[in-house]
């Protein structure tokens, strides 16, 4: 699939559905969907700060 974004100043962006789909193919591989949400909900925050 190719997604277009719209260009910003965010350093990430990503869609959400994406998020859960590259984390899911690699770091977090055999999780499921929710236990990823959840690790996106956790560590997000952190990037917020750069």
């Not at 994406?18 to 055999?30: A, C, E, P």
């Amino acid at each position: 699939m190719i997604r277009a974004h719209v260009i910003s100043t965010r350093q990430f962006n990503y869609n959400d559905e994406d998020r859960v789909q590259i984390l899911g193919s690699d770091l977090l591989k055999g999780h499921s969907k929710e236990d990823i949400e959840a690790y996106i909900s956790e560590h997000l925050s952190e990037y917020d700060e750069v």
